[in-house]
């Protein structure tokens, strides 16, 4: 993604080129390159800049004392990250950013977003700022949902059958590989491939790759 394309990204939603470029002068604007698994923000640290990609991919993962990784999010291209700590920035970071790939990512001020006076644009990145923090909310409180079972196959089946209502049918395509679904689920991932193979033995589904198809109607599912 070129700089010009920023009025395409939810953040600069509405914006003109013109006003686009006078948002990167306001807000700080800062360019940097990353590379796969560079960490781009670490944990324990206080930030004022949240992440845009440009190129790439990122993941948001906690690690526990114990060495314990869950993966709580990726942002790819025209994603913004850390926006929440950006606008808290007496707050310690809770989770690392990491780059699953690589690519560039544009820092931006968080506080003028925070406080817009009468320029209308910076109004508006401020409302698409809470229109993204909202969904980002709303997307954490569907991640709860997914873990809440207690078992393995209680957790697939919670979150294949999000996913199967997001695209309105039974085939689906993963957003993540194997290791990254059982960090985002918080299960290991030894023990979700064999529930995955029970699962397939018992004709309840087909996994090729990230590929999935279900058998039978979620509901219908046992837990």
């Known amino acids: 993604m070129d700089i010009q394309d920023l009025p395409a990204t939810p953040l600069f939603r509405g914006l003109t080129a013109g006003e686009a470029q006078r948002a990167l002068t306001a807000l700080d604007a800062r360019r940097q390159t990353f590379q796969k698994e560079e960490l781009l923000l670490q944990a324990g640290h206080c930030i004022t800049h949240m992440g845009l990609v440009l190129k790439g991919r990122v993941h948001i993962e906690h690690l526990d004392v114990w060495g314990s990784k869950t993966l709580l999010g990726q942002a790819g291209e025209g994603d913004l990250f850390a926006e929440t700590y950006a606008c808290l920035p007496q707050e ?3 989770v690392n950013v990491m780059a699953a790939s690589d690519g560039e990512a544009l820092f931006l001020a968080a506080d003028r977003l925070l406080h817009p006076g009468s320029e209308p644009w910076l109004q508006r990145m401020a409302q698409n700022l809470l229109q993204i923090a909202a969904r980002k909310n709303l997307g954490l409180a569907r991640r ?4 809440a079972p207690k078992t393995i196959r209680g957790r697939v089946m919670a ?17 993540f590989d194997r290791q990254q679904l059982a960090d985002f689920l918080g299960v290991d991932r030894s023990a ?6 029970q699962m397939q033995r018992d ?14 109607a979620p509901e219908d599912f046992s837990l």
């Open 92 to 94: 310690a970071l809770l």
């Open 203 to 216: 004709g309840l589904l087909t996994l090729k790759q990230r590929t999935v198809e279900l058998h039978t």
């Open 192 to 197: 979700l491939s064999s529930t995955l193979s």
């Open 159 to 175: 979150y294949f059958s999000a996913l199967a209502v997001k695209n309105g049918g039974l085939r689906f395509t993963l957003p």
């Open 144 to 147: 709860n949902l997914y873990t």
